[in-house]
């Protein structure tokens, strides 16, 4: 299940950034926006005597510096140098907070996991029905990465395979997850209608792991339509149970148990 935000202003990007990465910024231009980045808040630097104390504020400041460097270049790799100019940061500060590039991609990732899933999971028209929910979010979740920039840079194809890879063993990710869809699961579960000895996060991660594949050919180039016969035909039927034949309930039917004369 893809699980972002779909409000980029709310995550760090300036429209200005999500203008270019739908328009197609060439090398000259991402090299003047670094530019300006760099001369616009060169003043304002809080990573060497002036670094903030607030380590929640930081990290956040960081990961809006990454957002706006992942669209520029809509999702290919960008140096951790320009992060930092981007933010108005020495380099060292960067890494006093994330690990490496791909660390802080996967913290974009994070920062748009709670608020994304729970306006999906709250949208959801039948949550009782899980056929029909599970269809819902990851249809959803497929829409959000075509309409939105920093949706669409994360999930690029050069990013997609490491960022899915890190999301799936990552269990702040895994935990953001299950804390909102995770009480969907248990509840279809209860009621009968997904396989018994499934786990919720059995169910999540496969969700997930499918709806990054949908992504590339040649599902990518299906319309709506026919991607919700794909997830129901090959998502929905590996984790809802088939409802009981009319007549069936685990009993032998009124038929069956007619006499034979």
């Known amino acids: 299940m ?6 980029s202003e709310r995550t760090g990007t300036r429209s200005g950034d999500a203008a270019s990465a739908r328009s ?5 231009d991402r090299a003047g926006d670094a530019a300006r980045d760099r001369a616009g808040e060169r003043a304002g630097w809080w990573g060497t005597d002036t670094a903030l104390n607030d380590d929640q504020e930081a990290r956040r400041r960081l990961i809006a510096a990454a957002i706006r460097c992942l669209v520029r270049h809509r999702g290919a790799r960008f140096p951790i140098d320009e992060v930092a100019a981007t933010a108005g940061v020495a380099r060292s500060t960067v890494y006093r907070y994330f690990r490496s590039r791909d660390d802080l991609v996967l913290s974009v990732l994070l920062s748009r996991t709670d608020d994304g899933l729970a306006r999906m999971v709250e949208a959801l028209p039948h949550p009782a029905d899980a056929a029909a ?7 959803r979740g497929l829409d959000l990465i075509r309409e939105d920039p920093v949706n669409a840079a994360l ?18 990710f895994l ?6 869809a995770g009480p969907l ?10 396989h018994a000895d499934l ?6 991660v496969w969700i997930h792991s499918v709806t990054t594949l949908l992504l590339g050919p040649p599902w990518s180039r299906y319309d709506r339509a026919e991607m919700r016969g794909v997830i ?23 038929a069956a148990e007619a006499p034979v004369h």
């Open 2 to 7: 893809v699980v972002l935000s779909g409000d």
């Open 24 to 28: 197609g910024n060439t090398a000259r």
């Open 133 to 139: 929910s599970i269809t819902d979010l990851v249809q």
């Open 155 to 172: 999930y690029a194809e050069e990013n997609r395979s490491a960022l899915v890879t890190a999301a799936l063993t990552s269990e702040p």
């Open 175 to 180: 935990e953001a997850v299950l804390r909102h």
């Open 185 to 194: 699961i248990d509840q279809w579960k209860a009621d009968g209608q997904l």
């Open 199 to 204: 786990s919720a996060r059995e169910v999540l």
């Open 232 to 254: 129901e035909r090959f998502l929905v039927r590996a984790l809802v149970l088939a409802p009981a034949p009319e007549g069936l309930d685990g009993l032998a039917s009124p």
